[in-house]
């Protein structure tokens, strides 16, 4: 079964500064790799997904993450954050083929002005 | 397409009484979630359906529990009799899935927040 972490519970950051945000799973076959954004009372809204091919995939909003087989990562990046990008943000794994999507716990994204 | 819609966005109930959620997937969509968020313990998986057939129910916390899919269009969340635990919000979503294709995401709805009191 597949499982993903997101080692930071809250992340600050000041506005204009750069953003990394992590994710590590697990899974045993090539596992398909999503990012979502969840601003406050609101549903989740894919940022980006990486199935195939360039290992650095480019999102909405200026997001892009890149995949590592050897690490068994999917950070998520923006190279300049602005004050809207404070969110809860989740990283989710689907199995090949699978019908099943696993989520990590989040992280909350707070940007000073 | 509207998204996958919702209902009643917000509740309020009293213990004991029966809840039913509500969800319209996205047109063409054959796959179905119901997740449960709360803080203590993040996105919850309950359960999932594809072409109306539950797959898997594990992740329902009792048989207090109960969800249907009566067609390709509707989907209810049922709890009876509710308890002041099950306050969380709770999210439908739903994706299209095609045989022998690479995943898909999933496009989640706005949530219903139910409070339990």
């Known amino acids: 079964a597949q499982s993903v972490t997101q080692p930071d519970i809250h992340i600050t950051v000041s506005e204009g500064a750069s953003l990394e945000l992590r994710c590590n799973y697990s899974?045993?076959?090539?596992?398909?790799l999503f990012w979502y954004v969840q601003s406050p009372g609101q549903g989740l809204q894919l940022l980006l997904k990486?199935?195939?091919?360039?290992?650095l995939v480019q999102g909405i909003k200026g997001f892009e993450a890149e995949f590592k087989r050897s690490q068994s990562s999917f950070n998520l990046r923006k190279p300049s954050v602005h004050w809207s990008d404070a969110a809860e943000y989740f990283c989710a794994v689907g199995a090949n083929y699978g019908q099943n999507f696993v989520f990590g716990p989040g992280t909350r994204l707070s940007v000073l002005p | 397409d509207a998204g996958v819609i919702q209902s009643p966005r917000h509740e309020v109930t009293e213990m004991g009484q029966e809840v039913t959620l509500r969800c319209k997937p996205i047109s063409g969509h054959n796959s179905l979630f119901w997740y449960r968020q709360t803080m203590m313990r993040g996105l919850e998986l309950l359960i999932y359906f594809n072409n109306n057939v539950p797959i898997d129910d594990s992740g329902m916390p009792e048989d207090r529990f109960s969800a249907k899919m009566p067609n390709a269009s509707f989907s209810t969340l049922k709890i009876q009799p509710s308890e002041p635990r099950d306050s969380a919000v709770y999210f439908c979503?739903?994706?299209?899935?095609?045989?022998?294709?690479?995943?898909?995401?999933?496009?989640f709805g706005q949530g219903t927040r139910l409070t339990v009191v």
């Open positions: 899974y045993g076959a090539t596992p398909y």
């Open positions: 990486y199935f195939s091919g360039d290992t």
């Open positions: 979503a739903s994706r299209r899935r095609d045989r022998g294709q690479m995943n898909t995401e999933a496009f």
